[in-house]
């Protein structure tokens, strides 16, 4: 079974850029987050997804940082201006929407994002 | 508000060690789930386990064994004859249930992590 996608794994742009951040859930389970990983902490939720309906977003700078899931299962992420303090590894991860799943998630690679 | 405390920031260890990771954490709810994750130099989050709050049973997977103990509010993670590949950081996260209009919730609160360096 494949596991959950992202793209690019490495970016490099320089502050009030622009930047986006794309993932592929694991097939089948119908709930994504996004994370942020600042060097040396843990990761910090940014968005959830259940289908393409956002379950909490309370985290979500949405001044800068927006995110979408259309169709309910490929996600973006963007962030329009970059901010030095933008620079961390985004996560995404996704888990099967069933309560009795105990919201076991499934990561994958990450981007790391520079911003000089 | 749920909390992850993970105290240790880096371990050293020889291989063949044994090695012990601490997680304690704060919640008020009944029902809850523990994780502990693995996140090597890769970058990716690796699944190690997921325990609820009912099961108290200790677990042991090959090398690894976890002791979860509600009357501490610690979930500690420990590697028997640690080898090289084990150097990670390991992060223990806690969730719980929060029933919204969109369904359940389960949000992961993560601890900061502990860098385990396993050296030969």
């Known amino acids: 079974e494949a596991g959950v996608a992202q793209s690019p794994r490495y970016k490099i742009i320089e502050k009030r850029q622009s930047v986006a951040f794309w993932c592929n859930p694991i097939s089948g389970h119908a709930t994504l987050y996004w994370y942020q990983q600042i060097l040396g902490q843990g990761p910090k939720l940014l968005i959830q997804?259940?289908?393409?309906?956002?379950?909490?977003d309370s985290q979500l700078p949405k001044d800068r940082f927006s995110a979408e899931r259309l169709k309910g299962v490929d996600s973006t992420l963007k962030i329009q201006p970059a901010k030095l303090e933008d620079s961390a590894v985004y996560l995404c991860?996704?888990?099967?929407?069933?309560?009795?799943?105990?919201?076991?998630?499934?990561f994958g690679p990450g981007t790391r994002l520079t911003v000089l | 508000a749920q909390k992850v405390t993970q105290a240790q920031t880096e371990i050293s260890v020889v291989e063949k060690e044994d090695v012990t990771l601490d997680c304690v954490y704060e919640?008020?709810?009944?029902?809850?789930?523990l994780f502990w994750y693995k996140q090597p130099p890769s970058g990716e989050l690796v699944f190690l386990i997921r325990?609820?709050?009912?099961?108290?049973q200790n677990e042991i997977s090959g090398r690894y064994s976890w002791n979860f103990q509600k009357s501490t509010s610690s979930f500690n993670f420990t590697i028997t004859a640690s080898q090289v590949v084990d150097s990670a950081v390991y992060f223990c996260?806690?969730?719980?249930?929060?029933?919204?209009?969109?369904?359940?919730?389960?949000?992961?609160?993560f601890g900061k992590g502990t860098l385990l360096t396993v050296n030969p």
């Open positions: 991860a996704s888990s099967l929407i069933f309560p009795a799943a105990g919201g076991s998630q499934f």
């Open positions: 919640t008020r709810d009944t029902t809850y789930y």
């Open positions: 325990r609820n709050s009912f099961d108290e």
């Open positions: 997804f259940q289908n393409n309906g956002v379950v909490d």
């Open positions: 996260a806690l969730s719980e249930a929060e029933i919204g209009s969109g369904g359940s919730n389960y949000k992961l609160t």
